[in-house]
């Protein structure tokens, strides 16, 4: 096995979850969709302000990494 090339990556990662998403999408599918874009949109541009990547968002998840710990702990959602 050859490892002089390998690099580790371990990225800080950023993965928020709706409390609530199925009975919220049972009550009103369209409502909860709309609002949980409009949300996910300022999500994506703090972000990309904090220098960070949003990688996948299916249903009520966002998987984002950061370059540095700092740029995750400094997020506006960790205050």
Excluded: C, W
Excluded at 18 to 30: K, N, Q, T
Excluded at 35 to 44: A, D, G, N, R, S
């Amino acid at each position: 096995m050859v490892t002089q090339d390998f690099k580790r990556k371990l990225p800080p990662v950023f993965r928020p979850d709706v409390a609530g998403y199925s009975r919220l999408i049972g009550e009103d599918e369209a409502a909860t969709v709309k609002t949980l874009e409009t949300y996910k949109q300022v999500i994506f541009s703090l972000i990309k302000q904090h220098r960070g990547r949003a990688i996948d968002s299916p249903g009520d998840n966002i998987l984002a990494e950061f370059a540095s710990v700092v740029s995750r702990n400094d997020h506006p959602t960790r205050h």
